[in-house]
């Protein structure tokens, strides 16, 4: 569905155990965005419709966050989770185009109209970049600024290196991110930025990727991610909403 039968038989040839998985999933549209699973647009969390209050959900209501609205491609649960971890640890570098393609309809779904979009990944430090050899959040990114013609610019870069949040407590991650990230002289009034990460967690590092981007002069930040982890491991479906 989302390539031609080159790319098809190429990436068969060069051998991957999730290929196959990632072909059919394409082919039945299981990622498209009336297909998967319903999720809060303020944080990214999996949550049933009718748990989404105007303020957010029950994960994200007393929460202050960075960007406008969220976009993604599924929870971090298999087989996604696999694939992003083919291309962070395995050097499938290729992945980064292949989830970037699963992540454009969702995009496509909001329907921006603002002339000056530009897209943004959220930065790696040097020295994790040279121990993996590429930004995966760049790569994807590189996808989504080709196909909707949107300029892919380095509007942050990490200013010191830190542990990854994977590693860290929930309740360090926020200072484990602080002052990480730094901004350029640029001048983004009236631009809109598609700030492109592979997974949000806490959601901290994105919050930080955000500060920077407003100090700019930025007013409307989507994030878009190919998979948010719930840490709390819990859909919230029976909450009744309130607050209409």
Same mark, same amino acid.
């Given at each position: 569905?989302?390539?031609?039968?080159?790319?098809?038989?190429?990436?068969?040839?060069?051998?991957?155990?999730?290929?196959?998985?990632?072909?059919?999933?394409?082919?039945?549209?299981?990622?498209?965005?009336q297909?998967?699973?319903?999720?809060?647009?303020?944080?990214?969390?999996?949550?049933?419709?009718?748990?989404?209050?105007?303020?957010?959900?029950?994960?994200?209501?007393?929460?202050?966050?960075?960007?406008?609205h969220?976009?993604?491609? %599924?929870? &971090? @649960? *298999? !087989?996604?989770s696999?694939? =992003?971890? $083919?291309?962070?640890?395995?050097?499938?570098? /290729?992945?980064?185009?292949?989830?970037?393609?699963?992540?454009?309809?969702?995009?496509?779904?909001?329907?921006?109209?603002?002339?000056?979009?530009?897209?943004?990944s959220?930065?790696?430090?040097?020295?994790?970049?040279?121990?993996?050899?590429f930004n995966?959040?760049?790569?994807?990114?590189?996808?989504?600024?080709k196909?909707?013609?949107?300029?892919?610019?380095?509007?942050?870069?990490? %200013?010191? &290196? @830190? *542990? !990854?949040?994977?590693?860290? =407590?929930? $309740?360090?991650?926020?200072?484990?991110?602080? /002052?990480?990230?730094?901004?350029?002289k640029?001048?983004?009034?009236?631009?809109?930025?598609?700030?492109?990460?592979?997974?949000?967690?806490?959601?901290?590092?994105?919050?930080?990727?955000?500060?920077?981007?407003?100090a700019?002069?930025?007013?409307?930040?989507?994030?878009?991610v190919?998979?948010v982890?719930?840490?709390?491991?819990?859909?919230?479906?029976?909450?009744?909403?309130?607050?209409?």
């Amino acid at each position: 569905m989302f390539g031609y039968p080159f790319q098809r038989i190429c990436s068969q040839l060069l051998g991957d155990e999730h290929i196959t998985q990632w072909y059919a999933a394409c082919d039945q549209g299981k990622y498209l965005p009336q297909h998967v699973s319903s999720y809060c647009p303020r944080c990214g969390a999996s949550i049933g419709k009718q748990a989404v209050t105007p303020k957010g959900c029950a994960f994200c209501i007393h929460q202050k966050i960075g960007w406008q609205h969220i976009v993604r491609v %599924s929870s &971090y @649960t *298999p !087989p996604i989770s696999d694939w =992003i971890l $083919s291309l962070k640890f395995k050097r499938a570098w /290729r992945w980064g185009n292949m989830l970037g393609q699963l992540l454009i309809p969702h995009l496509a779904a909001l329907e921006i109209d603002n002339k000056q979009v530009a897209v943004c990944s959220v930065p790696m430090h040097w020295y994790r970049r040279w121990e993996r050899g590429f930004n995966q959040a760049h790569l994807i990114a590189g996808t989504v600024g080709k196909h909707f013609n949107w300029p892919v610019v380095p509007l942050l870069h990490r %200013s010191r &290196y @830190t *542990p !990854p949040q994977t590693r860290v =407590i929930p $309740s360090q991650r926020p200072v484990n991110v602080s /002052r990480s990230v730094a901004s350029k002289k640029i001048d983004l009034k009236d631009w809109t930025v598609v700030l492109v990460d592979d997974v949000k967690t806490s959601g901290a590092t994105l919050n930080n990727c955000c500060k920077e981007l407003k100090a700019m002069g930025c007013n409307h930040i989507i994030a878009a991610v190919i998979a948010v982890a719930d840490l709390k491991n819990n859909n919230f479906k029976t909450v009744v909403p309130t607050g209409r």
